[in-house]
């Protein structure tokens, strides 16, 4: 799933289980970062300059939503939560 942050920038879910969003410059359409989190990122809500990614664990289980600061693309948390959210 892609999310666009801003005009300038967008996460990208890897959507398997190594766990990774990737940072997107939207105007020259390049990864710039990568972003740790749990096994099968796939579902992301921008919210107050956070990004939650439902972790649903790919081909395995997660039960888990990362927190990242879209401000400066670092995670400030992970919340246990039911299996597999989507």
């Known amino acids: 799933m892609l ?6 920038k967008g996460y990208l879910t890897d959507g398997n289980f190594s766990g990774r969003v990737y940072v ?3 105007q020259l359409l390049k990864i710039t970062d990568t972003i740790p989190c749990g096994s099968g990122p796939e579902k992301m809500i921008l919210y107050n300059n956070k990004v939650l990614v439902a972790n649903a664990g790919g ?6 939503l990362t927190v990242i600061d879209a401000v400066n693309d670092k995670v400030t948390g992970t919340w246990k939560v039911g299996m597999n959210p989507a």
């Open 3 to 8: 999310l666009a942050v801003d005009e300038k």
């Open 24 to 26: 997107i410059d939207l």
């Open 59 to 64: 081909f395995g289980n997660d039960s888990t």
